[in-house]
DNA sequence: TCTGGGGTCCTAGGACCC
DNA sequence: TCTGGGGTCCTAGGACCC
């Protein structure tokens, strides 16, 4: 009962590094290899990344490290914090191997990547693969698992059980109707791409608890009540493909840069540096992609664990003419930021949101204020741009960022830069 | 002492217009 | 006694992902 219209034909593979920030670290420093290792996430708060070693002593994903350390150490273990110089450039190495098994390939995230296998004189789905894994494993040193399936969402669960069951390998095809039946009566509702918490909670109560469940689900329900999205997963189940790969990818539409603080911070003085250099990460990111923003946010958050006054707040503004120009975004900026601000409140974190981008091309013309690409400024704009390129982040910077930035994020466990710092490059004796 | 950061998409409902 | 209806645009908020 082939439906009209839909894709059945897709073979979709989902490559998935396994434990990928540790993993990482495993590369350059092989005595953390058979320990248990966290990595940790910004200012060394939430473990984001578990060797199989530390998930094996129950400690869950997104806990705070500083709750487990003494359980880690005791079992010989090691907190790490993140080094994400370092994970983006073995992420680099990883993809540009896969590019040799499929002409596409979709980065999706950090660490994973689903390639089209369509048409690809592959005898053997499942040895395929194990080649994947073996050949990124010898080129970069990381272990990656692969599921193969008819669909991102299939493919997600056959990568899962390739990763999970030593016995498949770390390569599993689910093609076969038997075998997908199989696999999806054994897949928790929780556990399928798409069903977050509050959705899994909601099918259970109507009694649909398994991936064969919600494959079977009627269609009016799951559109009613789980809206488009969810009836997409539901055909992806079924081994229609609904979700096309992306190979390029495409700019991003909202830019944040916001970080947590190191310390309590009140002083507006401080607050101001920490905005300006968000706003300074924020505006390199809008120009890497070409874009201008016409609208910017600036918000201000208390610590939310802590007993005590709270205070969570935005202001906002559109922006005359769309820009991308650091010097101006900072000014406007900066006067947000008084607008929210309120003395007497411990700020544990800031951030700065771009939205409403466009393309830099495509600003419209206004007559009172000249549009940055025509003006001296974006020549000024690229030159900075270009030495902060050459010779690293922020050898030229705004004044407004400050110097000592007392309030910036902590990583008090760093790793070496191994591949991105000369100096770091690891020594062979 | 210490609890991340950065995205996307969809919908409901209000405002506004004719 | 009676109090339109339909369309579009925008925004806030909620869901999800890594």
New binding site residues.
């Given amino acids: 009962m082939q439906k009209e219209g839909l894709n059945d034909k897709d073979i979709i593979a989902l490559v998935d590094c396994n434990n990928f920030y540790v993993s990482c670290e495993r590369v350059f420093n092989p005595s953390l290899e058979g320990k248990p290792v966290a990595v940790l996430?910004?200012?060394d708060?939430?473990i984001?990344s578990r060797s199989n070693e530390l998930k094996a002593l129950k400690i869950p994903m997104?806990?705070?490290?500083?709750?487990y350390e003494g359980l880690i150490q005791k079992n010989g273990g090691v907190l790490l914090s993140s080094n994400y110089a370092l994970y983006g450039d073995m992420s680099s190495r990883v993809m540009e191997v896969l590019n040799q098994f499929s002409p596409e390939v979709e980065i999706?995230?950090?660490?994973?990547a689903f390639l089209k296998l369509n048409d690809l004189p592959i005898s053997n789905l499942e040895e395929y693969g194990r080649q994947i894994k073996h050949i990124v494993k010898k080129y970069t040193g990381i272990p990656v698992s692969v599921g193969i399936s008819r669909s991102k969402t299939l493919a997600?669960i056959a990568n899962h059980y390739a990763k999970h069951f030593a016995g498949y390998q770390g390569s599993l095809a689910l093609m076969e109707a038997d075998k997908i039946e199989k696999a999806l009566k054994q897949t928790p509702v929780e556990e399928?791409?798409?069903?977050?918490?509050?959705?899994?909670k909601f099918l259970r109560q109507n009694k649909i608890e398994t991936a064969w469940d919600l494959r079977n689900a009627p269609e009016d329900f799951i559109?009613h009540y789980l809206?488009?999205?969810g009836y997409k997963t539901v055909l992806e189940l079924q081994g229609y493909s609904c979700i096309d790969l992306e190979e390029a990818p495409?700019?991003?539409?909202?830019?944040?840069?916001?970080?947590?603080f190191s310390k309590?911070v009140s002083d507006l003085s401080e607050l101001e540096e920490a905005i300006s250099t968000?706003i300074t990460?924020g505006a390199e990111?809008l120009r890497h992609q070409h874009s201008v923003a016409g609208f910017m946010m600036v918000f201000l958050n208390t610590?939310r664990?802590?007993e005590g006054p709270q205070y969570n707040n935005s202001t906002q503004t559109k922006l005359s003419v769309p820009t991308a120009y650091t010097p101006d975004l900072i000014k406007i900026g900066l006067e947000l930021l008084r607008d929210v601000y309120l003395p007497g409140f411990e700020y544990?974190?800031a951030?700065v949101?771009f939205t409403d981008l466009i393309d830099e091309k495509d600003v419209p013309l206004n007559f009172l204020e000249p549009n940055y690409l025509d003006d001296k400024r974006k020549k000024l704009i690229d030159a900075i741009d270009k030495l902060n390129r050459v010779w690293g982040r922020d050898t030229v910077f705004f004044a407004s960022s400050g110097i000592k930035k007392d309030w910036e994020?902590k990583r008090a466990k760093l790793s070496p830069f191994y591949t991105t710092r000369w100096q770091d490059l690891p020594k062979v004796k």
């Fill in positions: 996430s910004n200012n708060g939430c984001v997104g806990a705070p490290g500083f709750k999706y995230s950090i660490d994973e997600k399928i791409w798409g069903i977050g918490r509050q959705y899994a559109l809206t488009k999205v495409s700019p991003k539409k909202s830019i944040v840069c916001s970080k947590s309590q968000y990460r990111k610590n664990f802590k544990k974190k951030g949101m994020m």
